[in-house]
């Protein structure tokens, strides 16, 4: 059982962190970054960049352009994708065609794309701080490599220019931003070589000083799929079981931000993200259904927050794994055909879905829009 867990928890790590390397066999119709409308959609389209401008928008119809700006013929692997502002997007590129790690990152603005090199290689996640004008880079996970921790860089947002890095013991794997904290769900770092910390916790951070603190200094024995932090600052995380015979156990926990467990509430299995809304209301997305990675998943359950009480569910999506929202709408990744549907989350309706294409993959969707917007993370 110990090694079956071990294995498990090691691919749900790679799903997370390894980039797809899925051939992108679409046009390429235009090879800039200018999106000229009030919303785009910038997303990780198998390696490139694809970009979604929606010139309409309501509740009857959706219009959009779609540009790809091609990464791959340059050697470069785009992996994740993070809003800045309302013109400025991050990217990183953890590796290259062929197999050996990239270092570099990548600075979207209108008409205007600039890659810059860090020191570290195989730059991964990405954590915006809008307030501190400052971006956090992960590098990559090198077991026994990096004594104070994985290299966690910081990116001052203006410059451009490193300013600082903050060592992780592990792996980061969930994370926000929360005043003036950034938390996160950190796993595997025995494996990785830090025998003194747990093997998976929760890590609070002090943004003004880089001071860290674990909320879980007895840690946790599950996986975390999704973490979102509500308006009152308590920690949500998925708690999905490591033994894939309770694949049907899946909850929804809460710690407060001393990392005491406040909230444990039931949800439906198969849960891979999630948001909350200023209502406290969670959106979840279930990729699968009857088992790991069956990618049977078709819905959006809603659950109350303060009484885990069911408000219902979205139907007909295809194995949904990302989930933004702006506004009155959801924009939610399917896995399973290579889409975004766009939902009225009142009404709960799907109104339009965006196709790529069959030999893509989707991931790290970014909404950016230059109205009064509250986009996740």
Do not use: W
């Not at 110990?2 to 997370?16: D, E, G, H, Q, R």
């Not at 200018?34 to 959609?41: D, H, P, V």
């Not at 946790?220 to 998925?238: E, H, L, Q, V």
């Amino acid at each position: 059982m110990y090694f079956k867990t071990k294995v498990i928890l090691l691919s749900l790590i790679l799903s997370f962190l390894v980039t797809a390397c899925t051939s992108n066999n679409k046009i390429i119709d235009d090879e800039n970054s200018n999106a000229n409308g009030k919303l785009n959609i910038y997303i990780n389209e198998g390696g490139n960049l694809g970009i979604v401008n929606i010139t309409k928008l309501s509740d009857v119809k959706v219009d959009y352009i779609k540009k790809t700006v091609d990464f791959k013929k340059d050697g470069d692997i785009l992996f994740a994708l993070k809003s800045i502002s309302s013109s400025k997007v991050l990217g990183t590129f953890y590796d290259k065609l062929g197999g050996q790690l990239n270092n570099k990152y990548v600075v979207l603005q209108p008409d205007k794309i600039s890659k810059i090199a860090l020191e570290h290689d195989g730059p991964s996640s990405i954590v915006s701080d809008s307030k501190r004008h400052r971006a956090y880079i992960l590098s990559a996970i090198k077991p026994n490599v990096y004594k104070k921790g994985i290299p966690l860089d910081i990116i001052d947002t203006v410059t451009n220019q490193k300013i600082g890095e903050i060592g992780i013991k592990g792996v980061m794997l969930n994370y926000q931003i929360y005043d003036n904290y950034l938390f996160m769900t950190v796993v595997k770092a025995n494996e990785l070589g830090y025998k003194e910390v747990p093997d998976n916790y929760i890590l609070k951070i002090n943004l003004d000083n880089n001071e860290q603190r674990i909320l879980t200094p007895q840690g946790f024995d599950y996986s975390p799929k999704g973490m979102y932090i509500s308006r009152n600052g308590t920690i949500f995380i998925i708690e999905m079981p490591l033994d894939p015979e309770q694949f049907d156990d899946c909850r929804l926990l809460g710690y407060d931000s001393n990392g005491k467990l406040i909230k444990n509430f039931p949800v439906d299995p198969g849960a891979r993200d999630i948001l909350i809304d200023d209502k406290g209301v969670a959106y979840i997305t279930h990729n699968d259904k009857y088992s790991y990675s069956d990618r049977k998943g078709d819905m959006i359950s809603l659950i109350n927050i303060n009484t885990g009480k069911s408000l219902g569910n979205i139907q007909g999506l295809n194995s949904p794994t990302e989930i933004q929202v702006l506004g009155n709408y959801l924009f939610v990744i399917n896995d399973g055909n290579n889409s975004i549907s766009i939902i009225n989350k009142e009404k709960k309706k799907i109104i339009s879905s965006i196709g790529f294409g069959k030999n893509v993959t989707l991931k790290s969707m970014q909404i950016v829009s230059n109205i009064n917007s509250n986009t996740k993370k």
